[in-house]
């Protein structure tokens, strides 16, 4: 076992040294789409962490990231130079302006029933503890209620399905707030202490490198406590946890959290890197597709679901360069989809643990090809 | 005369007008083993289902040493000191055995108390102690998934061992086992005795013999009798109720 | 008033079409068919192929329909679905992937298109469908005008919604399903070929779906991702009515339907359907077993 583990903080280590290293070879056109990939890279681990550990499958992850991304866009969107008021002290975001009613007063307090909302989001650091703060709050709250009531497996899975979509609504239905669906475009850039972290420059892609490289290591001890080892027994059987005296409902909605966090963290890179928000963050297929990229890396592994997203997501963008084949990928990829479920159910993190067994090969342990999928529905029976 | 540990007072439950426990009241001392006796549909897992906290009942209290703990959440009973098996053996399946026993010798019930890391020297021997005891040391790095029907009930009990609770619940520990695998769970019973509190559910005579010291039978959800295995096995009453609708084997 | 509740009971009567032949894949085989909506967009196309090419209308394309997305449901479960029993989620995620496959296949004309070859009414354009003229326009009852094309969908629904009553408790496949609903392992010992009944089901299943394609061929555009919304709102009707249960789907169907249209009316369409998701939720959180759930189990 601890040969094991060490093997695998070396594998941790030589993928955080690998992205450390990637700005020697890359220009700066790739190094801002890989670091879009890292942010995906990011939602495998919120994802892993919910679905392999905790053993609840959020289809609407996207709910974190797109809170995360709005949050910070709207402190960003007050920070751009070019579509505000120009040289007012008091900026307005330019669809407020466009869309304002004839007469009313152009600043952010009143120009629309609802834009006080932005006030406190002229302080870049209000938006960024926002994009922490209301991914946590809306899963603790959702989390409550739900574990609480012991409602699992594919119940939960349709909740955040449902939730995520009506807030999608929500957001667009409030177009004098959000700009609807178009989002919000022409962010200024993140800024810390004097240094603009410009999306195309070397030093945002560490910003994000080194986030995930901390979130993944962060996540890894996590899951390493006491509390991460309950929480996969809480996700193995509910009921024995509970008669051994643990609080399931807490344990379900403190992880739950964090993977919203982890989230809510993503969409505020991935804001940073791309400068938009859009209500397609918050799409059925986006938080779906999250999950794809987790089960083809390996649902109950951090590192494997992070390296599954980044990989999907870099042979997209390398395949869609050739014309045409763009569309070809995406039945490709729905068909490795399949495959993985079938076939592979514990992904390439499976595989690569398998491979280290076969080298360590003391002895074969009861073949872990047969490991029996984590099977969170099998409540549904009760 | 020793303390009692648990006391069920008038204890009763009502499903929609069917009473599954009607009335049941029983004591047992501190370090008792109790077996519970009943032909199906008498009421012993649903008994423990109220004692544990499953089933919530409708009238009647259930004290276990003084506290009263009727109808208290599960967690919270097992932390005051009760712990139960299933009939049907569940533990920690993608977890090996040794995880799943780490899993129940944390003794803290909260998500923050334990976002520390191991678990301890003292805890650790103790793991190692139970491995010994449930006679799954050499199994210990096994996924719990592949056990065998009977391993599988042995590092339940296991998990129970370490939780170190004052009084344990077990609801046919031998079901489904063979004659080796049932004697070898008397014995992990036996080695209990006087340490812990035990209340068996279990329709083996051959493996209630062998454990038993004092029998509570139990027929359509009230107390027929109680007494040792011999009075039990002679009493009219219960070979009238029981013998005679299924037969003591 | 009378247009409003008309109209409520016109999408509630869409809701039914697209989860009437969930209610049977998930409630039956604990299937999550999320290519669902898949086969309803197959149905539309169905209707459009059969349009262009031999120039027939959309009563034709309705067994049409069927046949050709049963047959594909039948290969579904055949290749995919079977493997799977008993994985619930593993079905979701699964069935995802067959869901992009067959999205991409129309889009790029099973391959064709690479090939430079152009089959008209596929491909990733979009796409209408002529309603026969009797069906188009308005009628008027007590003062309000009800749309004809509407009202055909309504009852076609209606006779639908009835056959596969009829099916599932009037018929002896229909009890072998219901078996197989209660315990599978029971109905295997009882002598149902679960494996053949739960082939025919799903196919069932799709065929319906097929159906309702062609129907909302008439009414909305067909483009290949049409069906990916429709599936979360079949879903959502049928465990809010509870799992297993047709009546329940029916009524939870006609229920968010009404909620739907009255929201609309008084606000927005886009508000409507926000309403109507908080709705389903506030109904699983309360009632995680569904409005009519099955007893037992």
Request: net charge neutral; aromatic share 8%; charged share 15%.
């Amino acid at each position: 076992m601890p040969m094991k583990r060490k093997i695998d903080w070396a594998i941790y280590a030589a993928f955080v040294v690998l992205v450390m290293l990637l700005p020697l070879v890359m220009d700066a056109f790739w190094l801002n789409r890989v670091a879009k990939y890292l942010v995906y890279g990011m939602l495998g681990v919120a994802v892993a962490l919910s679905w392999g550990y905790a053993g609840i499958l959020n289809l609407g992850q996207g709910l974190f990231f797109g809170a995360g991304a709005y949050m910070l866009a709207m402190s960003l969107k007050l920070a751009s130079t070019t579509s505000l008021q120009q040289g007012s002290d008091k900026p307005v975001p330019d669809f407020m302006l466009w869309n304002a009613e004839p007469g009313a007063p152009t600043e952010l307090c009143c120009i629309n029933k609802a834009s006080f909302l932005w006030l406190p989001f002229q302080s870049q650091w209000f938006g960024v503890a926002m994009g922490l703060i209301l991914p946590v709050l809306l899963a603790t709250i959702l989390g409550t209620i739900v574990f609480r009531k012991r409602i699992s497996g594919v119940f939960v899975s349709i909740i955040t399905l449902a939730l995520v979509l009506l807030v999608r609504l929500v957001v667009i239905d409030s177009q004098p707030v959000t700009n609807g669906f178009n989002g919000l475009t022409d962010l200024g850039w993140f800024n810390v202490a004097g240094l603009e972290f410009d999306p195309y420059i070397v030093p945002t892609y560490y910003l994000v490198a080194v986030s995930l490289s901390l979130v993944l290591v962060g996540t890894r001890l996590l899951i390493d406590t006491r509390s991460g080892l309950i929480l996969q027994a809480v996700r193995d059987d509910q009921n024995r946890a509970r008669y051994l005296g643990f609080d399931v409902p807490a344990y379900q909605t403190f992880f739950f959290a964090v993977s919203a966090a982890i989230a809510g963290f993503a969409g505020m890179l991935y804001v940073i890197v791309s400068e938009f928000a859009s209500p397609t963050f918050m799409d059925l297929t986006f938080s779906i597709t999250m999950v794809v990229w987790a089960a083809v890396g390996g649902r109950a592994s951090i590192l494997g679901a992070c390296i599954g997203a980044i990989l999907i997501n870099t042979i997209s963008a390398t395949v869609s360069e050739t014309e045409g084949f763009a569309e070809a990928w995406k039945a490709i990829i729905g068909l490795i989809f399949v495959l993985v479920v079938l076939y592979l159910p514990r992904g390439l993190a499976g595989l690569a643990h398998d491979f280290i067994d076969r080298l360590l090969a003391r002895k074969p342990t009861a073949s872990p090809q047969a490991l029996p999928v984590s099977e969170t529905s099998s409540q549904l029976a009760e | 005369m020793a303390q009692s540990a648990l006391t069920i007072d008038g204890l009763s439950v009502d499903f929609e007008g069917f009473k599954a426990v009607n009335g049941v009241t029983m004591t047992v001392d501190d370090g008792e083993l109790r077996v519970l006796l009943g032909a199906n549909g008498a009421g012993k897992t649903t008994l423990m289902d109220l004692i544990s906290g499953k089933t919530k009942s409708t009238d009647g209290r259930v004290y276990l040493h003084d506290t009263d703990i009727t109808n208290w959440e599960e967690h919270k009973i097992a932390r005051a000191g009760i712990g139960r098996k299933f009939q049907i053996p569940s533990v920690f399946k993608e977890l090996t055995v040794r995880r799943n026993l780490e899993v129940a010798s944390c003794k803290k019930p909260g998500v923050f108390a334990n976002l520390r890391f191991g678990f301890g020297t003292d805890a650790e021997r103790n793991v190692d102690e139970v491995l010994e005891l449930i006679g799954l040391t050499e199994e210990q790095d096994r996924i719990a998934a592949y056990l065998s029907h009977g391993q599988t009930q042995w590092l339940e009990l296991g998990l129970l061992i370490t939780q170190n609770p004052k009084i344990i619940l077990l609801d046919e520990p031998t079901a489904g086992m063979t004659q080796a695998e049932t004697h070898k769970t008397s014995e992990i019973v036996n080695n209990l005795k006087g340490r812990h509190t035990i209340i068996v559910v279990e329709h083996d005579m051959a493996f209630v013999r062998e454990i038993a010291e004092r029998i509570t039978v139990l027929h359509l959800g009230q107390v027929l009798a109680e007494g040792n295995v011999e009075q039990i096995e002679n009493n009219p009453k219960v070979r009238e109720a029981y013998l005679g609708s299924k037969g003591i084997s | 008033m009378l247009e409003v509740l008309f109209i409520g009971l016109s999408l509630g009567s869409i809701l039914l079409l697209v989860a009437l032949g969930l209610a049977i894949t998930y409630g039956a085989m604990g299937v999550i068919n999320m290519a669902h909506g898949e086969m309803v967009m197959v149905g539309a196309y169905v209707t459009v192929l059969s349009g262009i090419w031999l120039g027939t209308n959309i009563f034709v394309a309705i067994p049409l329909a069927f046949i050709v997305t049963a047959l594909l449901g039948l290969l579904i479960e055949r290749v995919v679905v079977r493997r799977l029993y008993g994985r619930l989620l593993d079905t979701l995620l699964a069935t995802w992937g067959i869901a992009i496959l067959i999205q991409q296949a129309v889009r790029l004309e099973f391959g064709l298109s690479f090939l430079g070859i152009h089959l008209q009414g596929l491909g990733p354009g979009l796409q209408n469908v002529a309603v026969p003229p009797f069906l188009q326009g308005t009628f008027s009852i007590l003062g309000a005008d009800i749309n004809r094309y509407r009202t055909f969908i309504i009852l076609v629904t209606a006779i639908l919604a009835l056959v596969t009553w009829f099916i599932i408790y009037r018929t002896s496949m229909g009890t072998q399903v219901r078996a197989i609903i209660r315990n599978p392992r029971m109905a295997a010992a009882c002598g149902i070929d679960v494996t053949r009944i739960n082939a025919l089901t799903f196919a069932f299943g799709s065929g319906l779906a097929g159906v309702a394609g062609v129907m909302m061929s008439g009414f909305k555009t067909v483009f290949p991702d049409m069906g990916t919304s429709m599936v979360v709102d079949g879903f959502l009707v049928v465990v809010m009515g509870g799992v297993g249960s047709l009546l329940g789907s029916v009524l939870s169907a006609g229920i968010l339907g009404e909620i739907n249209g009255l929201v609309a009316a008084a606000t927005n369409d886009i508000l409507a359907r926000a309403v109507v998701f908080g709705v389903v939720i506030a109904i699983i959180v309360l009632k995680p077993k569904g409005l009519f759930a099955l007893k037992g189990r």
